[in-house]
């Protein structure tokens, strides 16, 4: 059974240390997606690629956060600076086609001090 | 750009209960809807989803949703929960034929039922 691979599952960093967040798509999907989900905000959407290349970053904080696909089986994202209001839990998802189902991954959980 | 609004944020219910959690959407244009389930400490995993035709859709462990375009709805419906339905539940949108379209979520529905 296929299915998202994201590491690690857990990270507990510093305020101004660098995270960076590990996803591992379903081979053969072309749509990479990444949500962080808290308590307040619920599931936001931060950033998605389609083929490896981003379509949509809006949802980033762009002077700390970065998203990419260096090749088809692997998506980043990293935060540098980390601060306090980066704690959640990061969810990477992947799909088929466009508009299709999502999969998604077990997600990190980030807590920063 | 589409939004979707989920109305109750947490529903307490007794087992054997009827449940409805409601879901509204924002696009002028065609959608695909979707309803995923998050059990405690688990990710998200797809319940059901609507692309085209009969507007009642069913999916796994007994759920359905019924999508009533005049309404921009797409309310999700269990005739008899169990404590094991005991998640968190969110409805999400996309718009149909872009190719750029992203899948957007709902803020979700804690669901919590009682033995």
């Known amino acids: 059974d296929a299915r998202v691979t994201q590491t690690p599952r857990h990270k507990v960093t510093e305020m101004g240390q660098e995270v960076t967040m590990r996803c591992q798509p379903i081979?053969?999907?072309?749509?990479v997606f990444w949500y962080r989900q808290t308590m307040m905000q619920g599931l936001e959407l931060l950033a998605y690629?389609?083929?490896?290349?981003?379509?949509?970053d809006s949802g980033m904080p762009k002077d700390r956060f970065s998203a990419e696909m260096p090749d088809a089986t692997l998506a980043t994202l990293k935060i540098q600076p980390s601060e306090p209001r980066d704690s959640a839990v990061y969810f990477c998802?992947?799909?088929?086609?466009?508009?299709?189902?999502?999969?998604f991954g077990n997600g990190t959980r980030l807590t920063v001090t | 750009a589409q939004s979707v609004s989920q109305h109750n944020h947490h529903v307490i219910l007794s087992e054997a209960a009827s449940l409805e959690l409601g879901c509204n959407y924002s696009?002028?244009?065609?959608?695909?809807l979707f309803w995923y389930v998050q059990y405690p400490g688990q990710h998200l995993q797809l319940l059901l989803k609507?692309?085209?035709?009969?507007?009642l859709v069913k999916g796994i462990k007994g759920f359905e949703a019924e999508f009533i375009k005049s309404k921009f709805s797409f309310n999700l419906r269990k005739p008899s929960v169990q404590w094991s339905d005991t998640a968190e539940y969110f409805c999400?949108?996309?718009?149909?034929?872009?190719?750029?379209?992203?899948?957007?979520f709902g803020s979700g529905t804690r669901l919590s039922i009682r033995p």
């Open positions: 690629f389609r083929n490896r290349a981003p379509l949509d």
């Open positions: 999400a949108v996309t718009a149909r034929g872009s190719s750029a379209s992203k899948i957007i």
């Open positions: 696009y002028g244009g065609t959608v695909n």
């Open positions: 081979l053969g999907h072309n749509t």
């Open positions: 609507y692309f085209s035709g009969d507007p």
């Open positions: 998802a992947s799909g088929p086609l466009p508009n299709s189902p999502l999969h």
